[in-house]
């Protein structure tokens, strides 16, 4: 039963991660749209990034380096702190 309750607990945290990393993508979906700037047209003016880059930060799929968010910044033309700004990261550790 040990086993079975870590299984339990991991897929929590995964399902956490998940959540975290998609809501971090709509905001920073948000920031990009508030700039009036569709996907493709962002990626072919700034172009620190690659396209699918981009599209994966956005949707939430897979997590990402330090340095991605650095050029993400950059990009967006803001600084880190910014790019954090008004963005909850409540994470709901596990019992």
Not at 36 to 47: A, D, H, Q, V, W
Request: overall charge negative; charged content about 25%; hydrophobic content about 40%.
């Amino acid at each position: 039963m040990i086993y079975l309750d870590y299984i339990i607990i991991i897929t929590r945290m995964q399902q956490n991660d998940k959540e975290l990393l998609r809501e971090f993508g709509n905001h920073i979906q948000a920031l990009r749209k508030a700039k009036g700037l569709s996907l493709n047209k962002f990626i072919f003016n700034e172009g620190f990034i690659a396209t699918s880059t981009q599209s994966r930060i956005e949707n939430g799929v897979g997590d990402f380096k330090f340095t991605t968010l650095v050029k993400l910044a950059n990009s967006l033309g803001i600084t880190l702190p910014e790019l954090f700004a008004n963005f909850d990261f409540k994470y709901e550790p596990d019992d």
